[in-house]
């Protein structure tokens, strides 16, 4: 049975919004030339291809459901009460079992020493084995063996993916054109090879995690790889959903502050100050307690972990966003500004047309480039404020995988010791990889939207 | 006379363009105190020339082959550091734009110190306060304290003189140093720059698209045409008779002949008729409410137009021209006064009326790269008025009506699907008429419709503006700052100052015995061809 999370439907809501405006840019010249300077740019190609790779992961973990058992005291199938999603049933097989506690990357034995029975009186300390993983190595006793023809078999896998989804693009021209698909391929080689690279190290990940904890085990045994994997979709919501909450406020308050002027001006500009001069973590705190205090009170609304957990998350993106607008909301009341005086909008004034109908067919086309840069750079911004926001226990729930519940419980790893060290270093490596990939989009987008940037990649 | 500078074979590419040449083969010389102007139309390679004289040119542009050579030295294969030397002690230039050549934040004595060799304050003092008035600037004691938004463009591009000559150079190159001016400064300018050549024995390289311009100044004219050089002439003969047939058009362009519509002086009704207009606006007012000055930008103004006529307003910046015509458009409030369009007060009409109304009368603007949406097609910026004032037409006459009016500008039809950015400057003039004229309006007001564009491209769009009234008849508001090209246009015109009409009449009549004093003035600083 499929279930309907509150931030799910707003992911859904989001990569709808994304297909139709790739659909609309298709459509409109002038749009699909600025976004083709994107991927001329390699390292802009690169970015979106990474980007997308996290976005799928994203998505098939936004897909719900809760699972049918067979209930041998009533004789009939009931649904559990545990939620989960595509990506865990993807991924069962590396996250079924968990150990007792800590034990580090591709290590066989827990990472603290543990009093074992030898014999009837002799106790001795050792490093237990680890139950389920590290010890059953497929195809080699010796690790470091084993790691190396597991990663082979992964690219031997990888290429049989990439050749069915090659037959599958081209089983039109398979064998009429055979010349002009490979200087195809040799024009594009550095994206057909970058997607090959990024596919490889996924298979070989997945490969390996079923026989080793890749990124070690946390402090009840789960696999902070796993984790780290499940705490994308936190991230990338987070950076999403808080743009959609503020796109509106920003957009309409800025033309209307920019465009229309006056007295509405001076409203909305004070407006923006006053909740400028707040401090944001404060409104956030505030409003996260003021949720609890609620969910506390009724707990019938509530039923299971998963719901109450997920409106926390909710409840963050919008208070996030209706902070965060003030920025993007200033610059387009100064760009509308300087749209009112422009001769085509004195033009169109001269015909008559209403405000409104000058707003939408000159004033918003001629602004979107500044939302879109905006957004972008904005969302590396989120990615971090939530790590910030729950190292200070005010972000996402703790039941909640996230970076920054990784970060806030390795406060304590790394002051015992010896010191933990894997379950920090895998939230920096996954958080820094989708910051930098969505920065350096950020900035392929601005140069192809900045009309004074030189375009002659190459 | 020996020679100063000599310019041979200097080819230049730059980077983006394909690596296309975008000078071929320059090659000239400047002789010692001689005025040398450089002309042409804009992208023809003026100021890349003057750019790699001195060495300053953008990273993208690269120099192939050629030599410059200035007083024996090859300016090409100098050190960066011996250059600095040479702009330093002997040549310098001005920039078109003095309102952005000055740094805002730095008193005029800081900016001009920095062109001085280094001495003890108090001489650095009187060299800047002698220089200063020998720019003409008289209260130099007090300028330099001044910061560059307190003084006019006038006195800025002064300063910027004053700065160019403070190293006593050899060789100043004007990069069109009167373009942005009005033409009362632009003649004090150009006298100026001519009277430093004597005091100071310099050479001076002049660039300007303006033949008459540089007819006033120059001793020598080079004619640039796509990075070419058209023709190299001494300038009593170039004026008499130019050689090349580039030229000629070029010296052409700058005569309109038109049939005057005299004898429709008749007894008609006023198209548009403006009584005691007034447009005054507060300096805004603070949060308090504390009143502060009024500025008049318009001031008691009053004109009519007869069908079929032109009348153009003059005047320099900032003397309200263009207030008066978005006052008319309903662009900015009316502090009192009467418009009538065709006996109909439009300040009395409420908002549908007015809406129906508006398509009697219409605006065209100056600057053709701003007044067309870069995100709109063609064929959806004519539309945009067509569909809003004239509801009632179907889809169908809408398209031929497109092709016939695009027709009509001189324009192919395929353009209706191309976007602006596609178009150069005159043919983006000319779809801003063509997004008028579908309406078929009775009254055409043009903001200075002309003032952006190349000498040849200027006329090819006022003949069409010509060409459109001979055959509806429709009256045009003509406002410029070309009081040469409007006595050629218009049949009667009012000369403007300061927000009020100092007088009005007959164009011929003002133009040949004006009355006022200030329009004696303004007519006697427009510089003419000197044949």
């Known amino acids: 049975m499929f279930v309907f999370l509150l931030t799910d439907l707003f992911f859904y809501i989001i990569i709808l919004t994304l297909l139709s405006y790739i659909l609309y840019v298709r459509k409109t010249p002038d749009l699909l030339e600025t976004w083709s300077y994107v991927f001329k740019n390699k390292t802009g190609a690169l970015s979106v291809l990474v980007l997308s790779f996290f976005m799928i992961i994203a998505l098939s973990d936004s897909i719900h459901f809760k699972n049918k058992v067979y209930d041998e005291n009533n004789k009939k199938y009931t649904y559990t009460s545990e939620i989960s999603s595509l990506l865990d049933i993807i991924l069962l097989p590396i996250h079924e079992n968990s150990e007792k506690s800590y034990s580090s990357p591709f290590s066989s034995k827990l990472y603290s020493k543990e009093t074992v029975k030898i014999d009837k009186d002799i106790d001795k300390r050792v490093y237990p084995k680890l139950k389920y993983k590290g010890n059953h190595n497929l195809y080699s006793e010796k690790n470091i063996q084993n790691i190396f023809i597991t990663i082979i078999i992964s690219f031997v896998k990888t290429l049989f993916i990439c050749f069915i989804m090659y037959l599958i693009i081209f089983y039109k021209t398979l064998f009429k054109n055979f010349k002009k698909i490979t200087t195809y391929f040799l024009r594009n080689k550095f994206i057909y090879l970058s997607f090959f690279i990024i596919l490889l190290i996924f298979i070989s990940l997945y490969d390996l995690s079923i026989q080793y904890y890749v990124l070690g085990t946390d402090k009840v045994g789960e696999d902070v790889l796993y984790k780290s994997i499940k705490s994308i979709r936190t991230g990338i919501l987070i950076g999403t959903l808080t743009t959609i909450v503020m796109l509106p406020f920003a957009i309409f308050l800025g033309i209307f502050a920019g465009y229309i002027g006056g007295f509405v001006d001076d409203i909305i500009q004070y407006i923006y100050t006053t909740l400028n001069s707040i401090p944001s973590v404060l409104l956030i705190a505030s409003a996260i307690l003021m949720l609890q205090v609620y969910m506390a009170n009724n707990p019938i609304d509530f039923e299971n972990v998963y719901e109450r957990a997920d409106l926390r998350l909710f409840f963050l993106c919008m208070i996030l966003g209706l902070t965060s607008w003030t920025g993007l909301c200033r610059l387009l009341r100064g760009e509308s500004m300087k749209l009112r005086e422009i001769e085509y909008v004195q033009a169109s004034q001269t015909f008559g047309l209403s405000k409104v109908s000058i707003i939408i067919r000159h004033i918003i086309p001629n602004i979107m480039h500044i939302v879109i840069i905006t957004v972008v750079l904005d969302f590396s911004a989120l990615v971090l404020a939530e790590a910030v926001l729950s190292y200070v226990n005010i972000g996402v729930d703790p039941t909640t995988y996230s970076w920054g519940n990784m970060i806030n419980a390795a406060r304590l790893e790394m002051s015992r010791e010896p010191i933990v060290w894997w379950s920090l270093f895998a939230a920096f490596l996954f958080m820094f990889i989708l910051v930098l990939f969505a920065n350096l989009f950020s900035d392929a987008v601005r140069d192809a939207f900045d009309p004074r940037a030189n375009k002659n990649y190459e | ?531």
């Open chain 2, 1 to 531: 006379m020996n020679k100063l500078l000599s310019v041979k074979d200097l080819c230049l590419t730059i980077k983006s363009k394909e690596n296309q040449k975008v000078l071929k083969n320059i090659s000239f010389d400047i002789h010692k105190s001689e005025i040398v102007s450089l002309i042409g139309e804009s992208g023809s390679g003026k100021s890349l020339t003057a750019l790699s004289i001195i060495r300053l040119l953008e990273k993208s542009c690269k120099i192939k082959s050629g030599k410059i050579i200035f007083l024996n030295k090859n300016l090409l294969s100098l050190e960066e550091r011996d250059m600095r030397d040479i702009r330093k002690e002997d040549i310098s230039m001005i920039f078109q734009e003095p309102m952005r050549s000055l740094n805002p934040v730095m008193s005029i004595f800081e900016q001009l110190r920095e062109s001085y060799p280094k001495k003890n304050k108090i001489d650095i003092k009187k060299n800047i306060i002698s220089d200063l008035v020998s720019v003409g600037i008289n209260d130099a004691d007090r300028v330099i304290n001044l910061y560059p938004h307190q003084l006019s463009g006038g006195m800025k591009q002064r300063v910027m003189i004053a700065m160019a000559i403070a190293c006593k150079p050899k060789l100043l190159i004007a990069d069109e140093p009167t373009t942005s001016l009005d033409v009362t400064i632009q003649k004090q300018v150009l006298d100026l720059l001519v009277e430093l050549r004597e005091k100071l024995n310099m050479a001076i390289l002049f660039i300007t698209h303006d033949l008459a311009v540089a007819s006033q100044v120059s001793d020598k004219i080079i004619v640039l045409k796509d990075g070419k050089i058209i023709e190299e002439n001494n300038a009593k003969e170039f004026f008499k008779l130019p050689k090349n047939s580039y030229s000629k058009s070029l010296l052409e362009s700058s005569v309109y002949n038109r049939q005057f519509f005299n004898n429709q002086f008749n007894s008609e009704n006023d198209i548009l008729s403006v009584q005691n207009l007034k447009v005054f606006y507060q300096e805004k007012k603070s949060f308090f409410g504390n009143n502060s000055s009024l500025l008049k930008a318009v001031d008691d103004v009053s004109l009519s137009i007869k069908p079929g006529m032109t009348h153009a307003i003059a005047g320099e910046s900032g003397s309200g021209k263009t207030t008066i015509a978005k006052a008319i458009m309903g662009l900015t409030n009316i502090t009192s006064g009467k418009i009538k369009i065709c006996d109909k007060d439009i300040l009395n009409m409420n908002n549908s009326e007015i809406r129906s109304f508006r398509k009697n009368y219409q605006m065209i603007f100056q600057d053709p790269f701003s007044s067309l949406n870069p995100r709109m097609r063609i064929g959806a910026i004519i539309k945009e008025g067509l569909c809003f004032l004239k509801p009632e037409i179907d889809n169908r006459t809408i398209s031929s009506i497109l092709e016939d009016v695009i027709d009509k500008v001189g324009l192919s039809i395929d353009s209706l699907n191309k976007y602006p950015h596609q178009f150069s400057g005159g043919q983006r003039q000319r779809i801003a008429i063509a997004r008028v004229l579908v309406l078929n309006p009775k009254l055409l007001i043009c903001d200075e419709p002309t003032s952006s564009l190349d000498v040849t491209v200027q006329k090819q769009v006022l003949d069409l503006l010509l060409n459109i009234q001979e055959k509806t008849k429709i009256s045009y508001l003509f406002i410029s700052h070309d009081i040469k090209l409007i006595s050629n246009f218009s049949d009667t015109i009012s000369i403007m100052h300061k927000g009020r009409i100092v007088e009005h009449g007959i164009t011929s009549d003002i133009i040949n015995n004006s009355k006022n004093s200030y329009t004696k003035k303004l007519l006697k600083s427009v510089p003419q061809i000197i044949n």
